[in-house]
């Protein structure tokens, strides 16, 4: 039967054809990339057909796909890169209208953008060379020429064209930053570049030759300009007044006033303030405040900028002195304000911070309007602050000035500010933060232990350990607290060593050795997954509280599931669990059970299922019981992970007290834990006779009745409980249903369900008791009925969680009782009002019943259905095994055929295989293995694996992991990770252990996973484990 099997004959699939019609339809480019594509398709197939091996399908089918992908997803990154730029550019456009500045990060992140980008708009390129000028006063003239100039380059490599707009932003950038350089040679770059010239560039030039005193090449360029009829605008005179003042010509600067009269142009305050700033220059006070005095006398209100100007040149120029008279006239009028900042800055940048200072004290006439600090009415420095940090001043002159910011009443608190700024700059200023901290310690500041943080987080990206340390040293000196989570995000990790090395660590450091140090270090223990570490820290300090740390146990046992650890632990905190009216020891053990399984992500669960089945196990053989409330509980999250499987081992925790779980994970009460129904009866007579409100007696009747299963007596009571004219109550409604619905009663149970939709149209019914009513409604062939309600479940919805495991019974049940058809209606139904999705285990019941009843055409027939409507083929390996166990090779070659057509061959030749060892054939199943080209699909083999350690096939097991030894690509690990667990699971710790041994001949290198279940195997047999047991991974790294 396998000679045919190995015959497969793959074909050229058909999104080969479709990535050729996609290369005519876009072009040269990506036809060659898809040419390439397409050719090792060709050559793929032509292997094959001579036998050789053949690479996975997969890379070839979806070249097409891939490449569009690729495209679309490029396209998406380069529109969410371009969004990101536009609101950067917009924070610094909104910074300069707002201050007349912005900051060097600012600047950089654009420009960071735009290389990132690779291409930048002649506005873009345009905007980052003007903001290498005056509205960067943090950074020196010297710097911002060099930057421009880096910037200037850099747009050139990126295909920037460049106009004469760049050319003059350039030009201006220079004047601003007083960059010695050759108008002639600039001229002459323009021109190699086929720029011409215009007015603007010749009025800097002009600009540029005064800066340098060169008046002649000044006039030389103003000549030019008109012989071109270029008009001179009082620019071109501005700078003459400056020419001339920078070779001493006062005279000659004052008469260019004179010259502009004459012309017709009244000079503007930019030309007086231009005056003034010659003068100003030479220090010549006298003729400033004669010149200023003249303004004043032809009643024009002189702006601050003008004062603010002038000072700029005193301070620079070396006639400090003479600036606080001139402030005095500073009134901060409009947005005035802002621009004495800005010289602030600009004067601390060029060293001049005594002149910058006393423009800081005028900020104590202000007002505390918001308007004129915004967020700032108290501190109103902190730029100042900030940027003397920055400059990295020497602290003795930072001293100073906070001190006496602290005293002008214009900062509340500018040390703590001026660490802030130090620490915001990074690695670059630890030293000079430190030193900061020590000359706060020294004013008796309190340090805080959260000020070291940002350099224990540089330190531990540098991985120094010995830096952390010697941070933490420092803090203890400077009597800075420290604090949990300083200790177990930094301190901890950077002391290496065993448990009792870490502790004497911190105590020759001079920390306390507390109980709150100590269960921090257990939280950073436990956090790793070092469970052992912690339970010996908790025997030897009997103080601490291991429920304190409860959650990062749980956070470690899913790093390192070590069973064995976390049983000592556990038993050790319910030693000392002391039980109360609110919480006895099952509802502590449930609930930190609870926080375990609550750790455990979907991903994570397959990987620990093993391990909990030991974990429930060590329950049971130390008599650990959990409360059967929180069993409920659980069972819910294990079936939200994927872990169902999980519940039967679960089952055997529940306290008998509680009540005993049957197979189906539910849980029968005591009869000892029931009302006495006597009892209560005799109550009710009692409140008659009194005539008493009963009504409270009364419901707890029926909801005796109802748990007893006493359908009549409930009824009974129901009735007289409206008879007595009491308000309806949903839950007792709802507690009939399932009651008459479990005895049969069909027609009560719908009108009790009738009467709860009418009283309590927002009431949810659970899903049980749909269940049992849409069940004995299809017993009764009333499949119409079942079918509505189905339609009310979509329609009021339902108060289970858990709905597909609820229909999933109520198909099979149906499905088992003969009503094949209702049972498909059933399904369709459930499945297009999207109650649940469709899945193989929604689907099967209608299988399995076929089956049982032999009839394999029919069971084929769903199949197919199934997989044309909703891409499952329910219970495909269980027809093949009936169909192979009863020899019928037709029905085998139609199921094989149908496999083939919509899975491929390879998948269909996995079907045989498990099949085959499914149904003991082992031979045949290892011929298909063998066949030529075939791969390992980690996919297929792990679920096989994982059916044969939950249905306990051990000999199927051994065989897959035989006859796959040299399956190409084959994952050897996890299959015998697949059989440990089965043997482990049988209780056979041999051949657990022959399992590492053949895995060291196989040259199969265990996994840590591997290694830890075995160590955890071995343990719980009381054996040694003959290795190391793996050190944990930091997920967080990886």
């Known amino acids: 039967m396998a000679g045919f099997l190995r015959k497969s004959c793959l074909k050229v699939h058909p999104l080969l054809l479709q990535s050729l019609e996609f290369t005519i339809a876009n072009g040269h480019r990506r036809n060659v990339l898809l040419q390439a594509d397409v050719g090792l398709g060709l050559l793929q197939v032509k292997q094959h057909r001579l036998g050789l091996h053949i690479p996975t399908w997969n890379n070839l089918s979806c070249t097409t796909t891939a490449y569009c992908q690729q495209f679309l997803t490029r396209s998406s990154s380069t529109q969410k890169t371009e969004n990101e730029f536009r609101r950067i550019l917009k924070r610094l456009d909104d910074a300069v209208r707002a201050t007349g500045r912005i900051t060097h990060n600012q600047l950089m992140a654009v420009f960071s953008q735009v290389c990132d980008m690779k291409v930048a708009t002649p506005n873009q390129a345009l905007l980052l060379v003007r903001s290498c000028g005056s509205l960067l006063p943090e950074i020196t003239h010297e710097k911002r020429s060099k930057l421009v100039h880096e910037i200037w380059d850099r747009l050139s490599q990126l295909g920037t064209v460049y106009d004469v707009s760049h050319y003059n932003a350039l030009l201006r950038v220079y004047l601003q930053n007083e960059h010695k350089f050759l108008p002639q040679n600039f001229l002459a770059k323009m021109e190699a570049s086929g720029i011409e010239p215009n007015r603007v560039t010749y009025q800097r030039l002009i600009a540029a030759y005064c800066q340098m005193g060169d008046i002649e090449g000044a006039t030389k360029i103003l000549e030019f300009m008109k012989s071109k009829d270029l008009p001179v605008t009082e620019g071109v005179f501005n700078s003459l007044i400056e020419g001339h003042a920078k070779v001493g010509d006062m005279k000659s600067a004052r008469g260019i006033l004179d010259v502009m009269r004459k012309i017709g142009l009244e000079p503007s305050f930019e030309t007086h303030s231009t005056l003034l700033c010659a003068y100003a220059t030479n220090g010549d006070i006298q003729e400033i405040k004669s010149t200023l005095d003249e303004l004043k006398m032809i009643n024009q209100a002189i702006p601050d900028k003008v004062y603010l100007n002038i000072v700029d040149r005193l301070a620079c120029n070396g006639y400090e002195r003479e600036v606080s008279e001139i402030l005095e006239n500073v009134k901060f009028i409009g947005g005035s304000l802002q621009e004495a900042i800005n010289l602030i800055i600009s004067l601390l940048t060029k060293g001049h911070d005594k002149s910058a200072f006393v423009i800081v004290r005028l900020f104590t006439n202000l007002t505390n309007d918001v308007t004129v600090f915004p967020g700032q009415d108290i501190n109103r420095c902190n730029f100042f602050i900030d940027h003397i940090v920055q400059m990295k001043m020497p602290l003795d002159k930072v001293c100073m ?326 308000e309806p109550a949903a839950g007792i409604l709802s507690r009939l249903i399932g009651v008459c619905s479990l005895n049969s009663n069909q027609q009560e149970a719908l009108k009790l369900r009738k009467e709860l939709k009418a009283k309590f149209p927002e009431f949810k019914l659970d899903m049980v008791k749909y269940c049992l009513l849409i069940e004995g409604a299809v017993k009764e062939s009333k499949i119409e009925v079942a079918l509505d309600l189905i339609d009310d479940i979509r329609d009021y919805g339902t108060s289970t969680d858990n709905v597909e495991r609820r229909v999933f019974f109520l198909l099979q049940n149906v499905a088992k009782g003969g009503h094949l058809e209702e049972a498909k209606q059933l399904t369709h139904k459930f499945i297009d009002n999207n109650i649940v999705n469709s899945s193989n285990n929604v689907l099967r019941p209608v299988v399995t019943a076929l089956m049982n009843k032999r009839d394999m055409e029919n069971a084929l027939t769903w199949i197919q259905e199934c997989q044309a409507k909703y891409g499952f083929m329910p219970s495909f390996h269980d027809i093949l095994v009936h169909l192979i166990n009863d020899g019928d090779k037709d029905m085998l070659q139609k199921g094989m055929e149908f496999s083939s057509s919509h899975h491929g061959d390879i998948n269909m030749l996995y079907d045989m295989t498990f099949a085959f060892l499914t149904t003991g054939k082992f031979e045949e199943a290892k011929k298909i293995i063998d066949t030529p080209g075939m791969i390992a699909r980690p996919g297929r083999l792990h679920w096989y694996s994982e059916k044969c350690v939950a249905e306990r096939m051990q000999e199927q097991m051994e065989k897959l992991v035989e006859i796959t030894k040299d399956l190409y690509n084959c994952n050897r690990d996890n299959l015998y990770f697949c059989l440990l667990q089965l043997y482990a699971k049988n209780g056979d710790p041999d051949k657990c252990f022959q399992i590492w041994t053949d895995m060291q001949e196989e040259e199969v290198i265990p996994s840590d996973r591997t290694l830890r279940y075995l160590a955890n195997v071995l343990k719980s047999h009381g054996r040694p484990v003959p290795y190391e047991v793996p050190a944990i991974i930091e997920f967080a790294s990886q």
């Open 401 to 726: 000035y906070m001190d006496e910011l602290k005293e002008l009443g214009l900062h509340q608190s500018p040390y703590i500010m001026g660490l802030q700024c130090s620490l915001r700059r990074g690695v670059e200023y630890k030293d000079y933060t430190l030193s900061m901290l020590e000359m706060m310690h020294k004013k008796e500041i309190p340090i805080k232990g959260i000020y070291f943080y940002p350099l224990m987080v540089f330190e531990a990206s540098q991985k120094n350990n010995q830096g952390i340390l010697n941070l933490l040293k420092a803090a203890v000196q400077m009597k800075a607290p420290i604090t949990n989570d300083m200790i177990k995000m930094y301190i901890l990790p950077a002391i290496e060593g065993s448990t009792d090395e870490i502790i004497q660590e911190l105590k020759e450091i001079g920390i306390d050795l507390d109980v709150t140090l100590l269960t921090a270090v257990c939280r950073q223990e436990a956090s790793k997954g070092n469970l052992a570490n912690v339970y010996q820290i908790v025997e030897d300090y009997p103080n601490i509280q291991v429920g304190l740390f409860r959650t990062n146990i749980c956070e470690g046992f899913v790093k390192n599931p070590d069973v064995h650890s976390l049983m000592k632990l556990w038993k050790y905190s319910l030693f000392h669990f002391e039980e109360s009216e609110s919480m006895s020891k099952p509802e502590y053990v449930g609930l930190i059970l609870m926080n375990l399984i609550d750790a455990i992500t979907e991903e994570d669960g397959l990987r620990l299922r093993p391990h909990l089945e030991l974990l429930f196990n060590s329950f049971v053989d130390d008599g650990i019981v959990i409360s059967a409330n929180k069993f409920r509980r659980i069972r819910t999250m294990l079936n939200q992970l994927k872990l169902g499987g999980l519940k039967t081992d679960l089952a055997m925790t529940v306290n008998p007290d509680d009540g005993i779980v049957t197979a189906t994970g539910r849980v029968n009460f005591s009869a000892k834990d029931l009302e006495n129904i006597e009892q209560l009866e005799s109550n009710l007579q009692e409140l008659k006779a009194k005539d008493g409100n009963y009504r409270p007696v009364l419901r707890r009747l029926i909801e005796a009745c109802c748990e007893t299963n006493k359908t009549e007596k409930a009824l009974n009571y129901k009735a007289e409980w409206d008879d007595a004219g009491y």
